[in-house]
């Protein structure tokens, strides 16, 4: 099947399953998720949605989230917007193979998590935590695509390879950089209630060259001070005064001087207060973070390695969204994500482990062997979901393994050979193309994958010797037979792929306040 068809079966057979054309409110797509407003959650078909092959799982938040993974959901998204619009509710592909079901005890676990996860994030921190993240999530593929094309330029530069066309690269690597303060505001001014296009005007001021011709606070301003962080600021700003025109500014007038009085009152705040203050903290950010890994980089790597997996699971992950941002902008890339990537490393070798520890347990194993090649490439909630989390003690084994791979790189920060990120989103092998860092390409690959196989072996061993009690492994290391109501429920005897794990690869629970998944590093 060629691919444009498979991704055309594939929105096919997801659509009746969400309830219809009818049930659809809103269509949108992050890393690795569709994300679909539903106007009646109970026509979802949750369980045959799991059974899909292309599914890895779904996660039900503020929209309903369909794990598709990175690349296959930018390709699936237009092909169901396309049913969406066309009202259609077609059918699954004939022929398309039909996955093993999960066996229903782990789900059952996996269920109570995602509400109990679902409960503890709807406070209102964390969902302003939500909203920041949106107005990032959108800017992540540009981000990628600048990252990869900025390494690719740097090692033709290093290697004195094509000098004619290295030029062209750069500035096809540096000129959303140079602007992304433009999408932000754009993107803050759509999220939080406004008009996009007068957040980006307004945070256009904050690149505009003309601006070092402007004194404040006793300093020249510098084009771009502030960076992202004064973006924000300056969007959120214009939605406000925006609003209160729209209040008091007469009807008649409202297209001339609610505009006008937007960009004058937000563009002088940012001009003379908001570019001065944002770019301190910028700065303040940057110095702490060469700072936090120069002088304790094992530590700080040990710590945030380990702690990366429980924050995701708190919501708080998608504070460090506008910190990467902030230091890509500042640095050229960002000195975080490695190390928080490795918190995915040691998910799979947790995940290796229960492999070997569970012999008898056909459907676990099952589940594993489908989601580890995910695991590799950074998408981790089949394997967190689906089961380390559900079985409990692999999940925290599995943190020490992240513990370790990010020891492991942020004790070479530690030694002056710093290791970064030049985008944010793609973690696991799928990192090492956006890589740079202060001693070549071949240094800073071989230390991230240093800290990689750390983080494996340490997830291994950890889950291996101390991720099972005796009771664990006497309830879950058995095969796992149908019973005679699965047999009933499903029309014929069915192979579960893991007690309770939904179906293979997939996280059977929900990735509580992840904008896209955040990143491995967001």
């Not at 794990?67 to 699936?76: E, K, M, N, S």
């Not at 004939?94 to 676990?109: I, K, M, R, T, Y």
């Not at 005007?201 to 771009?224: E, H, K, M, Y």
């Not at 699965?486 to 690869?505: D, L």
Request: glycine share 14%; aromatic share 8%; net charge negative.
């Amino acid at each position: 099947m060629a691919t444009e068809d498979k991704n055309r079966a594939t929105a096919a057979a997801l659509l009746p399953l969400v309830g219809g054309a009818a049930n659809v409110s809103s269509i949108a797509h992050c890393m690795t998720r569709l994300r679909l407003g539903l106007h009646d959650r109970s026509l979802v078909d949750d369980e045959a949605l799991k059974a899909l092959p292309a599914v890895m799982g779904v996660v039900e938040d503020e929209t309903y989230q369909i794990v598709l993974g990175p690349g296959t959901v930018a390709r699936v998204t237009p092909e169901f917007e396309r049913l969406v619009a066309e009202g259609s509710e077609s059918t699954p592909a004939p022929g398309e193979p039909a996955p093993a079901v999960s066996a229903d005890e782990l789900a059952a676990q996996g269920a109570a998590i995602k509400a109990q996860q679902k409960a503890k994030n709807a406070t209102p921190f964390k969902l302003f935590l939500r909203r920041i993240a949106n107005i990032f999530v959108p800017l992540i593929p540009a981000l990628i695509g600048c990252g990869i094309i900025a390494g690719l330029n740097g090692l033709l530069v290093n290697l004195g390879w094509l000098p004619a066309v290295t030029p062209a690269l750069a500035a096809m690597a540096s000129g959303f950089m140079a602007l992304i303060a433009v999408f932000v505001g754009y993107n803050t001014a759509k999220e939080f209630g406004g008009t996009p296009i007068l957040g980006g005007a307004v945070a256009a001021i904050i690149v505009f060259p003309g601006v070092a011709n402007i004194d404040a606070f006793g300093q020249t301003l510098a084009p771009g001070q502030g960076g992202v962080l004064g973006a924000l600021g300056a969007a959120v700003l214009a939605v406000y005064v925006e609003k209160w025109c729209r209040r008091w500014v007469p009807e008649a007038l409202d297209v001339l001087v609610t505009p006008t009085l937007t960009v004058l009152i937000s563009g002088l705040v940012t001009i003379f207060g908001l570019m001065y203050v944002a770019g301190e903290v910028s700065s303040a950010i940057g110095t702490f973070a060469d700072w936090l890994l120069s002088n304790g980089g094992a530590g700080a790597g040990f710590v945030l390695g380990g702690l990366f997996l429980p924050l995701v699971m708190l919501g708080l992950h998608q504070a460090l969204i506008p910190i990467h941002t902030t230091l890509i902008e500042q640095q050229g890339f960002t000195v975080l994500l490695p190390i928080l990537a490795m918190a995915g490393a040691g998910q799979v070798g947790a995940a290796m482990a229960v492999y070997f520890r569970l012999p008898r347990n056909e459907s676990i194993r099952r589940t594993i062997k489908s989601a580890l090649p995910a695991g590799l490439l950074g998408v981790g909630e089949p394997l967190i979901y689906g089961v380390s989390l559900p079985l409990g003690r692999p999940f925290i084994t599995a943190c020490v393994g992240g513990a370790f791979g990010g020891g492991v790189v942020g004790l070479f920060n530690q030694l002056g050979d710093t290791v970064g990120s030049t985008a944010i989103g793609p973690s696991g092998w799928a990192l090492f193309p956006l890589l740079d860092g202060n001693h070549g390409l071949g240094t800073t690959i071989a230390i991230y994958g240093a800290g990689l196989l750390a983080g494996y072996v340490a997830g291994f061993l950890a889950t291996y010797f101390f991720g099972f009690s005796k009771d664990l492994l006497t309830e879950f290391n058995v095969s796992q037979d149908p019973t005679p109501s699965t047999v009933a429920a499903t029309g014929g005897p069915h192979h579960p792929t893991a007690p309770g794990a939904p179906g293979p690869g997939d996280p059977g629970s929900t990735d509580p306040g992840s904008p896209e998944k955040a990143p491995a590093g967001v």
